[in-house]
């Protein structure tokens, strides 16, 4: 799918995840060795497209009800993530290609794994003889952002942390931004050897952003890239986010301010990717040079990131002073709620990313104004569990 270009950016919605199952489906019957491994959530996942081409592995019997059964199938499921991965970097052994699904929660479930397999990795690249093998890809979604039945449990990006943390250029974690990126992540993970390639979406339906040669520009030009949409030239404050729902809660913000303080100029800036102690991928991390072009030299950067916001700010104070930064994120706190619950309670929503700029501009009326606006869909959810804000 080439999408030329988005008209109306954030009028359509689609699934990320229902695309990203579009592709394993047609990499399935392109591939006679691609392999996809996941616990019990393929369906749940939004993957299931795979099950009209490819068979479930299973050797035992079959009742009416189950879904296409083979002992030949290469659909492998099995509710133990370590079992899994296992199987899966002995088949990447073999030069073929294979990935994996998960809940973002258990997926940390194999960071010991993970951690060896990037050893083995740095290895390997040291000996002459052995070829590349194709990347350990991880699709990661059921995320922490919607928690509408899952709850506490059910509510961890620090695989992501643990990941950016380990002293290596041997990790990309992947953040597209809508269906329509992510296709292009799927294209990175696909063309990728040596590394482990960690990417984060949505299953619910997303708005639509960006075209696909505005996601691919994000591939090749250091991970992040300014939605001229929504930005003016010149600005007073850059906002930026990597992750699906938490750009949407952004560029919401950046619509509140330009309502209500309309004499301030605003940018916004999309990430896509991060690696270790830098924004873009292994092979192409944005240079300080740029960053300073996408995010001005000294304007105050006000960041939201589907992670930790530690993590971001981390990466952002490589390119940066700390003073400029501003970032939000997830902090633990919900559990099952409303999805807008989950944003003001970690204070990564939209009205908290507009109550920071309008204390900065000495607005107190605003401020108040948003406050009552988080406190009013807070009491709204607790009586009815549905948000005022959508």
């Known amino acids: 799918m080439v999408v030329e270009r988005v008209t109306e950016p954030g009028k359509e919605k689609f699934s990320p995840a229902e695309k990203i199952g579009e592709l394993l489906a047609a990499e399935f019957k392109k591939d006679p060795h691609f392999y996809f491994f996941s616990p019990d959530e393929t369906t749940s996942n939004k993957f299931d497209q795979i099950f009209e081409v490819e068979k479930r592995a299973w050797a035992l019997e079959t009742e009416s009800w189950d879904l296409p059964e083979s002992e030949n199938g290469r659909i492998v499921e099995m509710l133990s993530e370590n079992v899994l991965f296992s199987v899966m970097t002995g088949h990447l052994m073999n030069g073929e290609q294979a990935m994996m699904g998960s809940y973002e929660a258990f997926f940390s479930i194999i960071l010991a794994q993970i951690l060896q397999q990037m050893k083995f990795i740095k290895q390997a690249k040291r ?16 995320t922490c952002w919607r928690q509408d039945h899952n709850g506490f449990t059910h509510q961890s990006p620090a695989l992501i942390s643990a990941l950016l943390g380990v002293p290596s250029n ?25 590394v482990v390639n960690l990417t984060t979406f949505n299953k619910n339906e997303m708005p639509r952003y960006i075209d696909s040669h505005h996601a691919n520009f994000q591939f090749v030009n250091g991970g992040a890239s300014i939605y001229e949409f929504v930005s003016d030239k010149n600005p007073d404050y850059v906002l930026a986010a990597a992750g699906d729902i938490v750009t949407h809660e952004t560029i919401q913000a950046i619509k509140i301010l330009k309502e209500d303080l309309p004499e301030i100029k605003l940018r916004f800036v999309g990430i896509n990717s991060l690696s270790y102690r830098a924004i873009g991928t292994t092979k192409n991390k944005l240079t300080k040079e740029k960053f300073g072009e996408l995010f001005t030299k000294d304007k105050p950067i006000l960041a939201n990131f589907h992670g930790y916001p530690e993590t971001l700010e981390n990466i952002l104070e490589n390119y940066t002073e700390r003073r400029r930064l501003r970032v939000h994120g997830f902090n633990e706190e919900g559990s099952t709620t409303t999805p807008f619950e989950m944003l003001r309670k970690n204070m990564a929503s939209r009205y908290d990313l507009a109550i920071d700029i309008a204390r900065v501009e000495k607005r107190e009326d605003l401020v108040s104004k948003y406050q009552a606006i988080l406190e009013q ?8 569990g549905e948000d005022l804000v959508k």
Not at 377 to 384: D, K, R
């Open 170 to 194: 041997l990790v990309n974690c992947l953040f597209p931004v809508d269906d329509v990126a992510a296709e292009e992540a799927f294209k990175f993970m696909l063309n990728s050897k040596d």
């Open 127 to 142: 000996v002459a003889w052995r070829k590349a093998l194709p990347a350990v890809n991880l699709l990661s979604t059921s």
């Open 377 to 384: 869909n807070h009491l709204h959810a607790l009586e009815y």
